[in-house]
């Protein structure tokens, strides 16, 4: 059974960082394409940063750029976004997903079959 299992969300201060993890069961990561988004309240679901295939193609959203880095570690199963420099916009909803590859270079969500429960994140004082 394929599985994805988020930790790492909570309440971080402007500026600030934080680091989410997926840990994945019943089948490799490392031949997955793995993506992260999100979702704020009241708006569409985000792709912010994907590997999109095996060979390490990887983006990112605009917003996050220089930001955000993903990575995995496939001795762990585990993917993982690591976040600096934290904004208030940036409190959404975090998803992991994987997906056998390739995906489009731009991450759409529809390309994505697996899917975490999703962590909340949120950047305040």
């Known amino acids: 059974q394929v599985q994805l299992v988020e930790s790492g969300g909570g309440l971080v201060q402007p500026g600030g960082s934080m680091r989410l993890s997926c840990a994945a069961s019943g089948f490799s990561l490392d031949y997955y394409a793995i993506g992260w988004f999100r979702q704020a309240p009241g708006k569409e679901r985000e792709g912010i940063s994907c590997?999109?295939?095996?060979?390490?193609?990887?983006y990112y959203t605009d917003s996050v750029k220089g930001r955000f880095t993903i990575s995995r570690d496939n001795a762990k199963n585990t993917m993982y976004l690591q976040m600096n420099s934290l904004k208030p916009e940036d409190t959404a909803v975090y998803y992991c997903?994987?997906?056998?590859?390739?995906?489009?270079?731009?991450?759409?969500?529809?390309?994505?079959?697996?899917w975490g429960q999703g962590t909340q994140v949120t950047i305040a004082s």
């Open positions: 997903a994987a997906e056998p590859p390739p995906v489009q270079p731009l991450c759409p969500a529809t390309d994505f079959r697996f």
């Open positions: 590997i999109t295939s095996v060979d390490g193609s990887t």
